[in-house]
């Protein structure tokens, strides 16, 4: 039985047929550039296949409510070409198989549940830094949908004393992804992240940032396990200052086990590395199917 | 048939036996005292009545984990002689029903997403600002469980400028509970929230920080609804107050139709009032009754 997932990301989609093992037998890169163009090539590489059904992990905003019409309509991004397009209904007019879409944060989480650090746990966490800041969130094998989705990338931080950084977020300056995100990073002190020594101040104020953004996840969500990926997470040697600034926060006020210690069970890397977004659309193609024969 | 709910908090237990039509039949109130005293007179009132099941809202922490050997065991509350006292155990010794327990915030969300403003809502967030602040929140029939419970009061806030107020928090100081429950309130205005007048400059403040818990709340969550109940909520004239600082602070990250306007359908007081943890009990009862039947 071969499935089809999509990773949907903002400069590439990333196009793979799996088999029931997790097998990836074809895969295929195609830029993002108009919806017409991309998804043209992307259906162009499906029908090769006879896949049984579609997982897709999106960029967004994006509908993700499968009772809504606009059920997979990509919603205000600024990529303008791409507003008000439905990735679904262009994708079932060529190839009509069950497909589910979740965020791109959404299917990482779940392929870290199902396939990754996160398996045998209740929940996860799953947080990206990069070129944006964005978390996705699996419960009992259910990712968190709601009135759209999670944007958690965007909460309010308390900054540190000293740090006069005005932030890069266009809706909110110094939110949290304004101050942590790659090109946050990159404003401040004038390069990118992986060209700072691993003793700039910058760090501090980066870990101590991300610390809080966890503890504030934490103690609305509760996960069993947190996993950060993206490019800025690529830094190792922030995650003990991370671990740090997350207990100094806390400051014991949740108690377990788990976060007890150094956290470096709690606070982690994903397993499934740069394959976590194509694994969740890949989890997602496998509900999908599933779903279909209820 | 007769149903169990038990709204166990931290001055009083209310007890109560409902029907299937959600009637009460017969309540009492009993004093949060020391746990023989308390759990004796609860076992005594619910031993008259042929209950089918029982449910529990209750202070916490407690351990919320139906797989958990230790489920239904109160943690590490400053109420000393509660501490690492089980519940569920000690009531099975005696009715030996199909019981649930969840944490009181958690109860109140359940009942209004089953028989309140969060009627026909795929998800609830139900908030509780009073003497602490606590939130529960209910996505698609399920209370939210993880790694511990939510302790969604005691997340940080972004302090406004010339509010020097230290916070009354023992954990975090000014954090969220630390500067907008009842106690915090008195304490710095040297009377309590319901003798302060409407103009007082406090409830811009009280109001700004609402508003900025509830943005991280619904960039977390992403909840369909948000009621506000608890002490402080009596305050009517600072909802409007309160959603215009979600207002300005969200500066429309999350586009829904529902996040237009005043939001007054979005930020709203619950329907079941005073009675949203009992009847959040009585719903839990509901749960395991139907659980036993499976």
Redesign the interface.
């Known amino acids: 039985m071969l499935y089809g997932a999509i990773e949907a990301g903002g400069t590439k989609f990333v196009c793979a047929v799996l088999d029931e093992k997790a097998n990836i037998l074809e895969k295929t890169i195609i830029d993002t550039l108009n919806p017409d163009y991309t998804m043209g090539k992307t259906v162009e590489f499906f029908r090769n296949y006879d896949i049984v059904s579609l997982g897709i992990g999106t960029f967004g905003?994006v509908n993700i409510d499968p009772e809504s019409p606009e059920y997979g309509t990509i919603?205000?991004t600024p990529k303008l070409n791409w507003r008000n397009f439905n990735l679904i209904k262009y994708i079932k007019s060529d190839i009509n198989v069950p497909i589910i879409i979740d965020t791109d944060v959404n299917a990482a989480a779940l392929s870290e549940y199902k396939m990754g650090a996160g398996k045998g746990k209740?929940?996860v966490l799953y947080i990206t830094i990069g070129t944006g800041v964005g978390a996705g969130f699996v419960?009992?094998g259910?990712t968190?949908?709601?009135?759209?989705?999670?944007?958690?990338?965007?909460?309010?931080?308390?900054?540190m004393e000293g740090d006069d950084f005005e932030g890069v977020c266009p809706?909110?300056g110094n939110c949290f992804e304004g101050l942590v995100s790659g090109p946050a990073i990159e404003k401040r002190c004038g390069k990118k992240a992986q060209f700072l020594p691993e003793n700039h101040e910058v760090w501090g104020y980066i870990a101590d940032y991300i610390g809080?953004a966890l503890?504030?996840?934490?103690?609305?969500?509760?996960?069993?396990i947190i996993l950060i990926g993206g490019g800025v997470s690529q830094q190792e040697h922030i995650f003990p200052m991370i671990r740090e600034a997350f207990k100094k926060?806390m400051?014991?006020?949740?108690?377990?086990r788990?976060?007890d210690g150094d956290l470096s069970q709690y606070i982690r890397y994903p397993e499934n590395g740069q394959m976590a977004g194509l694994y969740g659309a890949y989890q997602l193609a496998l509900q999908a199917h599933e779903d279909s024969n209820k």
């Open positions: 905003p919603l205000n209740k929940s419960s009992e259910k968190l949908k709601g009135l759209t989705h999670p944007e958690m990338g965007h909460i309010l931080i308390r900054k809706s909110h809080q503890m504030t996840y934490t103690l609305v969500l509760s996960p069993e926060h400051n014991g006020y949740v108690q377990h788990v976060l």
